[in-house]
């Protein structure tokens, strides 16, 4: 096995993809650099395919995952500052959820506890100007910690997806977590300068968690690290890694949506 992609470090260099946009002379084979990079689609499919049921094919996720990669080879910018890996794992992430919605696979018990757990969150943490502990979503649900925990695993499946789910405004309008990290070379002067502003406040919002979520949201999301092994740094149960991963991303879709419709 090559290796680079053993060790989940980008197997091509930054001369490779210039060569391969046509800013050197060499020949570079797209199925090559597509070849290369599989491996990114079974982290990316392996990593989602823990949160869904089991009657999800993984191997229809997997080749819709590998349209992303063929779409993050074509255009990614080696100039933009970041690894081809983490610019492919998103594109390749947002083409599987987009085929999982296309599906519309999430049971709706699911849809909604994730509903009612967000808008409580809101709520609570509108009136508290913070995050809110899990006591306080508790107390407003009217829930003991046992319920609560029942209705986060129940949701689980959603909110392990929100970061992907659009925050829309009052004309429908909106967009992601995950399209505010996204490439920006198909949009507009406009809507750059709105996900620019969309992912300040972001970035602002998450500075103010608590320790625990904010390293929580980093291992996941940008160090690609399984639920086992964040469980294991905290010396924490997964479940409960879970439960405050869903916390945290579903009162930070509340927040975006209600910076969007001020």
Known sequence: ????????????????????????????????????????????????????????????????????????????????GCTFASYAAMRIRGAVLDELRRMDWCPRRARARSRKLKETIIEVEQKLGRAASDEEICSALGLTQKDYAKWVEDARPVTFLAIDHRNENEDGEGASLHELLKDETDVTGRENLEKRELLELLTQRISELPDIPKKILAMY??????????????????????????QTILGLRGYLGRARNR
């Open 221 to 246: 999301y940008f160090e690609n690290m399984r639920l086992a092994e964040i469980a294991a740094v905290f010396n924490l149960t997964e479940s409960r890694i879970c439960q405050i991963h869903a």
């Open 1 to 80: 096995m090559n290796s680079t992609v053993a060790s989940g470090k980008d197997a091509a260099p930054k001369t490779v993809w210039r060569a391969y946009q046509g800013v050197s002379p060499s020949n570079v084979d797209e199925k090559d650099l597509i070849e290369r990079h599989l491996y990114l689609v079974r982290n990316v499919v392996d990593r989602i395919k823990l949160n869904l049921p089991t009657h999800i094919d993984a191997d229809d996720l997997y080749s819709v995952g590998v349209t992303g990669l063929i779409a993050a080879v074509r255009k990614f910018d080696p100039e933009q």
